[in-house]
């Protein structure tokens, strides 16, 4: 397997690209799934603003397969546990990432694991994937633990932010110094504020379909490759100062500058940047909209923040999560939150691909060259699947409920060969963040706060989440206030008192 990466795309011809894909379409042989096939304005652009009430409607009107012209182009969907495993696990040698409705997304990450197929991704995964064994996540956790302890310290009592920003910051220095090796207070990072370059490069994801194809000077197009550019500086200074000193450690850089493949073939600096870039993005940006979901679910059903508290109460020492505990999972009620916020409000909520052949999915046949899509969130929002799937109720993650959801149904992290890389890492970030958060302080949000839900590609909250930071109430004053959920095991290593925020 060679380490030969795929051609360019055409990012610099979209007309180009929409009239090839408008022949393939042409070219099919066979009808598309039933659904709404004529071109509309209206339609692409409730698809971009709000596309899960959309695809919930479609879904019972068409069943689980069904077609929306979006934008230019027939847009295939697949929902529901069976479509997830289809395309993720069973069938997923037939599609390919690369040429997917998402293709845009290589304008920013070019061709890292994300974007790419068949040897080249499954060569590249197998070099980075030593950096997400579970002994490296845990030997990640105190380079974690340090930094959210560092952000912690902007969350003074009555402080007001947006945890979303907050958390990004946080994360770019997390991913930076776990994943790579590079240093955030280093000369060359200093000198850019990674998250709000990130921040402006993703708002292209967030634009109008029509203005996305527009390459002109002042582009969303044009803002994202200069926001790109100057990230990639921050990048390649790293490549070259460790290319010239052979300095290496156990981060994803290091494999990626020592790969090579059967016929001594190396990869090009664009290439390491190209993963480097990715890893960057897709290990910040779903975790920051995870915690993000998370606490605004947190402010709204203070019962089960008192549940965790509890959990704290009985497990922590000193308010401090264990390197093991983060890993493992090992605090249960957490877990199922985290699990519950997944479901909710799955960060990468679109699989996006392409069919390499014509196939037949519940009696329907989907042409070949189709843009076929799996969806997590509307999957866990499927009534016959998830009951009440409006309401976050972590219990649905208790050990026994969670048994029994069929195969496919809950896929967060996707599935198959491209599960999720960084899974574990992610996980042990927002344990990480949510546990020390709520150690020290509970979060309020204010009262006219109303969430709306952008996607830019992944779904965050397209205001930010502000918050009110108030001191976490002494253990008494919760029992006085909620006797109820009080009853729990006795604390072994009395916490700090608020003062400690
Ligand atoms: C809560 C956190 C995260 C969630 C919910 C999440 C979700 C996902 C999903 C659903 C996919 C599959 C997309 C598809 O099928 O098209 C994916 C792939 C990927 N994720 Fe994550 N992710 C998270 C964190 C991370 C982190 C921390 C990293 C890096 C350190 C990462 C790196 C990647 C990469 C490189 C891929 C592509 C894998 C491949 O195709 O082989 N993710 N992620």
Not at 96 to 111: A, K, P, T
């Amino acid at each position: 397997m060679a380490l030969v990466g795929p051609d360019p795309l055409l990012n610099s011809k979209p007309w180009r690209v929409m009239l090839e894909d408008l022949r393939d379409e042409r070219a099919a042989g066979v009808r598309f799934p039933p659904g709404e096939t004529r071109v509309s304005l209206a339609r692409t652009r409730r698809f971009a603003n709000d596309p899960l009430p959309m695809l919930l409607e479609a879904y019972e009107r068409y069943g689980p397969i069904f077609t929306l012209r979006i934008f230019h182009s027939n847009v295939v969907f697949m929902l529901g546990p069976a479509a997830n495993h289809y395309m993720t696990v069973s069938h997923a040698s037939n599609f390919v990432w690369r040429e997917s409705h998402f293709r845009d997304l290589i304008g920013l990450m070019g061709d890292g694991l994300l974007t790419i197929d068949g040897d080249f991704h499954r060569r590249s995964r197998r070099i980075m994937l030593p950096a997400f064994h579970r002994e490296r996540i845990v030997a990640a956790a105190e380079t974690v633990t340090a930094e959210v302890e560092r952000a912690l310290e902007r969350l003074r009592p009555g402080a007001r932010l947006d945890l979303y920003a907050w958390t990004r910051q946080l994360a770019v220095r997390v991913a930076m110094r776990a994943l790579f090796g590079v240093d955030p207070d280093g000369e060359a990072a200093r000198a850019i504020d990674a998250a709000a370059l990130f921040e402006r490069a993703l708002s292209f994801y967030a634009s109008e379909y029509v203005l996305r194809v527009l390459r002109g000077r002042y582009s969303p197009w044009a803002s994202m490759q200069r926001a790109a550019r100057t990230l990639d500086g921050l990048i390649y200074a790293e490549i070259s100062r460790r290319r010239a000193t052979g300095e290496r450690g156990e981060d994803i850089l290091s494999l990626l500058l020592d790969a090579s493949d059967e016929d001594g073939n190396t990869l090009s600096d664009l290439q390491i940047r190209d993963e480097v870039m990715t890893l960057l993005f897709a290990g910040h940006d779903t975790t920051t909209s995870t915690v993000s979901f998370m606490f605004y679910e947190l402010a709204r059903n203070p019962h089960v923040t008192e549940r965790l508290l509890a959990e704290q109460d009985e497990l922590l020492v000193d308010g401090r999560p264990t390197a093991q505990q983060l890993a493992a999972g090992e605090l249960r009620q957490l877990e199922m939150v985290l699990e519950e916020t997944l479901r909710k409000y799955p960060p990468a909520w679109i699989g996006p691909r392409r069919a390499l052949e014509s196939f037949e999915f519940e009696g329907h046949t989907v042409p070949a060259r189709a843009f076929v899509n799996y969806c997590s969130w509307a999957s866990h929002h499927l009534r016959d699947v998830f009951a009440e799937p409006e309401r976050f109720l972590p219990e649905r993650f208790a050990p026994e409920a969670a048994a029994r959801l069929p195969k496919g149904a809950y896929v967060p992290f996707g599935g198959g060969s491209r599960t999720c890389i960084g899974m574990r890492f992610g996980q042990l970030e927002v344990r990480a963040i949510a546990t020390m958060i709520l150690s020290r302080a509970t979060l309020e949000l204010p009262r006219d706060f109303e969430l709306a839900i952008r996607q830019m590609p992944t779904i965050s909250p397209k205001h930010g989440l502000p918050v009110i930071v108030r001191p976490r109430a002494a253990r008494s004053a919760r029992a006085a206030r909620a006797p109820a959920t009080a009853a729990t095991a006795p604390t072994a290593h009395p916490r700090p008192t608020p003062a400690a925020i």
